[in-house]
């Protein structure tokens, strides 16, 4: 099977099996879903999820969030990973939002990352999921799942895996194609042990032709 076609083949499963993905993170704006991306980080979207309402309720904009105190945010999101430091990104974010950008979140790759917390991947997934933008956000789930499926060969990094995504998929497909890879990761290509058993993509899956067929028979 050449590349070419395992990506057909991939991509024309995943859209049977998903038609309609979304991201699983709650989030009534794209101020709200920021700062939900920025505690999603190291963090499960279950767990961000629980922390979020109250957040969102005290902070409803760029503007109350850019002029709240540490503790009073430390105290919402403390279950979360790495609250002290994803404390300072939250505020440092609203600030700059309201300081560079007049309040509104910008929908640019550049302008996103200069804002503190939000590195590539998370630019990625505002740009997919607010804007339906071709961007592909590469975490450990789609880094790895591409990896098993042979939608990329010897990837060195996140960027080098988006880059081969984002060369090989339509670009009306990407904004979907990175919910479908994040959730088959998440559910069925798991880390530790992929369920072969129940995923749709053996008769594609070069990790399946290669190795989960024997451990399946197990």
């Not at 505690?39 to 109250?54: E, F, H, I, W, Y």
């Not at 994803?86 to 974010?93: C, D, E, M, Q």
Request: charged letters at 25%; a neutral charge; proline letters at 6%.
């Amino acid at each position: 099977m050449t590349v070419k076609e395992r990506y057909k083949a991939v991509l024309e499963i995943f859209a049977r099996e998903m038609p309609s993905p979304q991201t699983e993170l709650h989030y009534d704006t794209p101020f709200h879903l920021l700062l939900a991306v920025i505690l999603s980080a190291q963090c499960t979207d279950k767990r961000v999820n629980m922390v979020t309402p109250a957040l969102f309720e005290a902070f409803p904009d760029p503007e109350t969030l850019a002029a709240a105190s540490p503790q009073t945010v430390y105290e919402l999101i403390r279950s979360v990973s790495y609250p002290n430091n994803k404390t300072r990104s939250l505020i440092g974010a609203a600030r700059t939002i309201v300081d560079e950008f007049n309040g509104d979140v910008p929908d640019n790759i550049d302008d996103l990352m200069r804002i503190p917390g939000v590195g590539r991947k998370t630019a990625n997934v505002m740009l997919a999921v607010v804007w339906n933008r071709a961007a592909m956000a590469v975490d450990t789930h789609v880094f790895r799942v591409s990896e098993r499926i042979g939608l990329t060969t010897g990837s060195r990094n996140p960027l080098t895996t988006e880059k081969a995504l984002v060369r090989n998929i339509p670009d009306e497909l990407i904004p979907m194609a990175h919910h479908w890879l994040i959730l088959h990761g998440r559910y069925t290509c798991k880390a530790r042990r992929p369920d072969c058993l129940n995923c749709s993509l053996t008769s594609v899956c070069r990790y399946y032709s290669r190795q989960g067929k024997s451990d399946s028979d197990n």
